[in-house]
């Protein structure tokens, strides 16, 4: 395990919220991606089983979306903090778009995955995928067809990177999350672990979330005007 002194002192989550702005859709917000579509058929491994070709396509729709969508001020900013404070400030993302990176940030950890991200269930390779993905695609790796899905996590799957999150959040100083529900764990409760611990936290988001109370400051408005301000103030 790492020593104290190698952790990051500040560690943001952030969720669907920073994304908003640059118009893709939440999934609980009115109108939000859930309300669309029933979680069990498109988010599963057992809608993956059921009709893997309308997995495929729920994601080949966010895909483009994504790829059509640019960063707004908040992911600059965040891409502003990381690189002043290298080492010191780690991004946790739920998001499964690359629009923290296309802003700048390096290292971000895709805790529920990535969109740009392919994975074959045959042999678990994992490949760069940017195009829309069938049923009929082959592997790159092994070469077997009918075998390919996102590399996203689904609801009854582990998230990516649990362990060196938990230990970060055991040391960070400083817990922020930000544009995000707190609907979903285990990412609802890093703010639990990371005040036992010892670290101040800071939700910033449109509204309360579900568990704004563990929180012991926040800052209500939207992203793109509410992460630039905070980002200056530590900057400055
Ligand atoms: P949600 O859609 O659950 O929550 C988005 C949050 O962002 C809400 O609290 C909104 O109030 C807030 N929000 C909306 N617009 C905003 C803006 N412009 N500025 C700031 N905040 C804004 O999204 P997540 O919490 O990210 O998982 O959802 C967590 C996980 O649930 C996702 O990663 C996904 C989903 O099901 C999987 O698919 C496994």
Same mark, same amino acid.
């Given at each position: 395990?790492?020593?104290?002194?190698?952790?990051?002192?500040?560690?943001?989550?952030?969720?669907?919220?920073?994304?908003?702005?640059?118009?893709?859709?939440?999934?609980?917000?009115?109108?939000?991606?859930?309300?669309?579509?029933?979680?069990?058929?498109?988010?599963?491994?057992?809608?993956?089983?059921?009709?893997?070709?309308?997995?495929?396509?729920?994601?080949?729709?966010?895909?483009?979306?994504?790829?059509?969508?640019?960063?707004?001020?908040?992911?600059?900013?965040?891409?502003?903090?990381?690189?002043?404070?290298?080492?010191?400030?780690?991004?946790?993302?739920?998001?499964?778009?690359?629009?923290?990176?296309?802003?700048?940030?390096?290292?971000?950890?895709?805790?529920?995955?990535?969109?740009?991200?392919?994975?074959?269930?045959?042999?678990?390779?994992?490949?760069?995928?940017?195009?829309?993905?069938?049923?009929?695609?082959?592997? /790159?790796?092994? =070469?077997? !067809?009918?075998?390919? &899905?996102?590399?996203?996590?689904?609801?009854? @799957? +582990?998230?990516?990177?649990?362990?060196?999150?938990?230990?970060?959040?055991?040391?960070?100083?400083?817990?922020?999350?930000?544009?995000?529900?707190?609907?979903?764990? /285990?990412?609802? =409760?890093? !703010?639990?672990?990371? &005040?036992?611990?010892?670290?101040?936290?800071? @939700? +910033?988001?449109?509204?309360?979330?579900?568990?704004?109370?563990?929180?012991?400051?926040?800052?209500?408005?939207?992203?793109?005007?509410?992460?630039?301000?905070?980002?200056?103030?530590?900057?400055?």
């Amino acid at each position: 395990m790492a020593v104290r002194g190698q952790l990051p002192e500040t560690v943001i989550l952030t969720g669907a919220g920073v994304s908003a702005e640059s118009g893709l859709g939440t999934f609980r917000d009115v109108g939000g991606i859930w309300s669309q579509y029933a979680l069990e058929d498109v988010a599963t491994p057992e809608g993956y089983a059921r009709d893997p070709e309308l997995v495929l396509s729920f994601y080949n729709a966010r895909r483009a979306n994504a790829l059509a969508a640019t960063p707004n001020p908040a992911h600059d900013a965040l891409a502003r903090l990381l690189k002043a404070k290298a080492g010191e400030v780690v991004l946790i993302t739920q998001n499964i778009d690359d629009l923290h990176e296309r802003a700048g940030s390096e290292g971000v950890l895709h805790m529920h995955g990535e969109l740009l991200r392919g994975l074959c269930t045959i042999c678990g390779a994992r490949c760069d995928w940017r195009q829309d993905m069938h049923v009929s695609d082959a592997c /790159p790796s092994c =070469g077997g !067809v009918g075998g390919m &899905r996102p590399d996203v996590v689904w609801f009854g @799957e +582990i998230p990516y990177f649990l362990e060196e999150i938990a230990t970060m959040l055991q040391n960070c100083r400083q817990f922020v999350a930000i544009g995000t529900s707190g609907s979903v764990y /285990p990412a609802a =409760g890093f !703010v639990a672990e990371a &005040r036992a611990h010892g670290a101040e936290t800071l @939700e +910033i988001n449109l509204e309360r979330s579900e568990v704004s109370s563990a929180f012991e400051r926040r800052i209500l408005g939207p992203a793109s005007e509410t992460v630039p301000e905070w980002v200056e103030s530590l900057l400055n």
